[in-house]
């Protein structure tokens, strides 16, 4: 029994002999084809760790395990920062935390040291920048947030031997930020109960509904086990619930209070992590410089300058059927009294059989036609019933004046969409909750006001056309000295005016059910 004791002792310092790393060991190892072979998530800031650390190891150590322990408690609070576990370490690493049984050797050793350096480093770049870009069509800016400071953040923590620290001061210090992730940490908490389970609202009736409601509204966070139920207390609670998901505050169970109260709680959880993570993404340039963010569930447009609210607007997006783009560019003119060019599918398919039914309507709607050669073309002279959407070879366009679908300002930027943001003559339909109508284009309800943010002491020169009602004004275009940067966003979850973190309409069916991250290494 003595000797097999001795045995297994030796075995293990045999073990722990061969997996010790040595610096001119890690020197050369990060310089070698085989670093290059790990497919590491970011291997230069990696490497320009260990050699401001002198090579010297972090991890794999014998007085490593207190670090590696917090590390591992870090990567386990991943969902509850909207992020996955297992995107920073496959399951294998899961026994690392108190003991290593299956380093064979120096470069086991190495390679396991270096992977866990890229797990970390990848964590706290997420937690800063979001772990993925939003979805966009068209990316103009081309903008990515820096990675710079991590690997300051990165030997804070080892020197702390602990990383909760690290992580509040690379999170973004907003209120509307610590919303979603108090909420996110809520939600989790109720699905990772034993006795969670989905409930399904199926009658319109408060009174008969009762029972499921309770339940849904306490899995919402909206009741508690302590409330004292009544109905009147119900009903309050599920206004403020109709108002969180930007609903109609009736206190009635309508057609879209059941669809989104009956929304899994689950898939509100993969919403949140979605718009925790887009937050990140444009926290530091809504921080350090002036951005236009104008989100398409939401229908809103924010101007911030390093950080502060300069300009809010409704707008109107694009319906289901002809969606807004998301996007990045930069408004880099204004138009004053611009042009409608009708789009040629509009043309073709709306304005087509219109005239061809009556000519006058080109005149009543004040519309030009133009030849190939633009040159306006008398729409008498023209054969109108040879024409169709695979024949068509005249380009339309409404003149300008109050009347023009564009109102009289447009706000011009570069995409391959032809979108852009404009006035509008229907400015009853910023009356609405739900403000989606155009054909992809962002109709503004404050466009002067935008005008004046955006041209500043310019206006001066276009002042007097804004506030005439002209018609067949020719058009006027002002470059802006400092384009200004605008991101079109799709994220279901967002902010209103008073800062106050809502969800909304997944109006054009974009989410896609991701798998949620409840892998936390054990």
Same mark, same amino acid.
């Given at each position: 029994?003595?000797?097999?004791?001795?045995?297994?002792?030796?075995?293990?310092?045999?073990?722990?002999?061969?997996?010790?790393?040595?610096?001119?060991?890690?020197?050369?190892?990060?310089?070698?084809?085989?670093?290059?072979?790990?497919?590491?998530?970011?291997?230069?800031?990696?490497?320009?760790?260990?050699?401001?650390?002198?090579?010297?190891?972090?991890?794999?150590?014998?007085?490593?395990?207190?670090?590696?322990?917090?590390?591992?408690?870090?990567?386990?609070?991943?969902?509850?920062?909207?992020?996955?576990?297992?995107?920073?370490?496959?399951?294998?690493?899961?026994?690392?935390?108190?003991?290593?049984?299956?380093?064979?050797?120096?470069?086991?050793?190495?390679?396991?040291?270096?992977?866990?350096?890229?797990?970390?480093?990848?964590?706290?770049?997420?937690?800063?920048?979001?772990?993925?870009?939003?979805?966009?069509?068209?990316?103009?800016?081309?903008?990515?947030?820096?990675?710079?400071?991590?690997?300051?953040?990165?030997?804070?923590?080892?020197?702390?031997?602990?990383?909760?620290?690290?992580?509040?001061?690379?999170?973004?210090?907003?209120?509307?930020?610590?919303?979603?992730?108090?909420?996110?940490?809520?939600?989790?908490?109720?699905?990772?109960?034993?006795?969670?389970?989905?409930?399904?609202?199926?009658?319109?009736?408060?009174?008969?509904?009762?029972?499921?409601?309770?339940?849904?509204?306490?899995?919402?966070?909206?009741?508690?086990?302590?409330?004292?139920?009544?109905?009147?207390?119900?009903?309050?609670?599920?206004?403020?619930?109709?108002?969180?998901?930007?609903?109609?505050?009736?206190?009635?169970?309508?057609?879209?209070?059941?669809?989104?109260?009956?929304?899994?709680?689950?898939?509100?959880?993969?919403?949140?992590?979605?718009?925790?993570?887009?937050?990140?993404?444009?926290?530091?340039?809504?921080?350090?410089?002036?951005?236009?963010?104008?989100?398409?569930?939401?229908?809103?447009?924010?101007?911030?300058?390093?950080?502060?609210?300069?300009?809010?607007?409704?707008?109107?997006?694009?319906?289901?059927?002809?969606?807004?783009?998301?996007?990045?560019?930069?408004?880099?003119?204004?138009?004053?009294?611009?042009?409608?060019?009708?789009?040629?599918?509009?043309?073709?398919?709306?304005?087509?059989?219109?005239?061809?039914?009556?000519?006058?309507?080109?005149?009543?709607?004040?519309?030009?036609?133009?030849?190939?050669?633009?040159?306006?073309?008398?729409?008498?002279?023209?054969?109108?019933?040879?024409?169709? %959407?695979?024949?068509? $070879?005249?380009?339309?366009?409404? #003149? @300008?004046?109050?009347? =023009?679908?564009? !109102?009289?300002? &447009? *706000?011009?930027?570069?995409?391959?969409?032809?979108?852009?943001?404009?006035?509008?003559?229907?400015?009853?339909?910023?009356?609405?909750?739900?403000?989606?109508?155009?054909?992809?284009?962002?109709?503004?309800?404050?466009?002067?006001?935008?005008?004046?943010?955006?041209?500043?002491?310019?206006?001066?020169?276009?002042?007097?056309?804004?506030?005439?009602?002209?018609?067949?004004?020719?058009?006027?275009?002002?470059?802006? %000295?400092?384009?200004? $940067?605008?991101?079109?966003?799709? #994220? @279901?979850?967002?902010? =209103?005016?008073? !800062?106050?973190? &809502? *969800?909304?309409?997944?109006?054009?069916?974009?989410?896609?059910?991701?798998?949620?991250?409840?892998?936390?290494?054990?």
């Amino acid at each position: 029994m003595k000797r097999a004791i001795l045995l297994y002792f030796l075995l293990v310092t045999l073990i722990n002999a061969l997996s010790q790393i040595s610096t001119d060991g890690m020197r050369q190892f990060v310089f070698s084809a085989e670093y290059q072979s790990l497919s590491l998530q970011f291997p230069d800031l990696v490497k320009s760790f260990y050699e401001q650390h002198q090579f010297t190891p972090v991890w794999m150590k014998p007085e490593g395990l207190t670090r590696r322990n917090a590390m591992f408690k870090l990567l386990q609070s991943a969902p509850d920062l909207g992020l996955c576990t297992r995107d920073y370490l496959p399951r294998r690493f899961s026994g690392l935390g108190s003991y290593i049984s299956f380093l064979n050797d120096q470069p086991d050793s190495i390679r396991t040291e270096i992977i866990l350096t890229d797990a970390i480093i990848h964590f706290l770049h997420d937690v800063k920048n979001g772990n993925n870009k939003p979805m966009l069509d068209f990316d103009g800016l081309q903008y990515t947030p820096s990675d710079s400071g991590l690997i300051s953040w990165l030997t804070l923590g080892i020197r702390l031997d602990r990383f909760d620290t690290v992580v509040e001061r690379l999170e973004p210090n907003n209120k509307i930020y610590r919303q979603m992730k108090m909420k996110l940490i809520e939600w989790n908490k109720v699905v990772e109960d034993t006795n969670f389970q989905e409930v399904v609202i199926e009658s319109d009736d408060v009174n008969s509904s009762n029972n499921i409601l309770m339940i849904k509204l306490k899995q919402l966070g909206f009741l508690s086990a302590s409330d004292k139920i009544e109905q009147k207390l119900i009903i309050e609670r599920l206004v403020e619930a109709q108002r969180f998901f930007d609903l109609l505050s009736d206190g009635n169970l309508g057609k879209y209070t059941l669809s989104a109260l009956n929304v899994p709680l689950k898939t509100r959880i993969s919403e949140l992590s979605l718009g925790i993570n887009c937050f990140r993404w444009i926290h530091e340039m809504k921080e350090n410089g002036n951005v236009a963010l104008l989100n398409i569930p939401s229908t809103q447009l924010f101007i911030f300058k390093k950080g502060r609210l300069i300009f809010d607007s409704k707008i109107i997006a694009g319906k289901p059927s002809t969606p807004t783009a998301t996007l990045t560019s930069s408004i880099n003119e204004v138009i004053v009294y611009p042009y409608w060019n009708v789009p040629y599918s509009i043309a073709t398919k709306e304005l087509l059989p219109q005239i061809k039914r009556n000519i006058g309507y080109l005149s009543r709607n004040n519309y030009q036609v133009l030849n190939q050669r633009g040159e306006i073309v008398d729409p008498y002279t023209i054969k109108w019933n040879a024409l169709s %959407e695979a024949y068509f $070879p005249y380009q339309i366009r409404q #003149s @300008t004046g109050c009347d =023009n679908a564009l !109102g009289i300002l &447009k *706000f011009n930027f570069y995409n391959p969409f032809s979108m852009y943001l404009h006035d509008t003559p229907g400015k009853s339909l910023f009356l609405l909750n739900r403000r989606f109508f155009s054909h992809g284009c962002m109709r503004v309800e404050k466009p002067v006001e935008l005008a004046r943010l955006l041209l500043k002491e310019k206006i001066s020169s276009v002042e007097a056309l804004i506030n005439q009602c002209l018609e067949n004004q020719k058009p006027v275009t002002i470059q802006l %000295e400092n384009p200004l $940067p605008i991101i079109v966003l799709y #994220s @279901t979850v967002w902010f =209103n005016l008073k !800062g106050q973190v &809502k *969800f909304y309409p997944d109006i054009y069916h974009k989410l896609i059910q991701s798998e949620l991250c409840y892998d936390a290494l054990q």
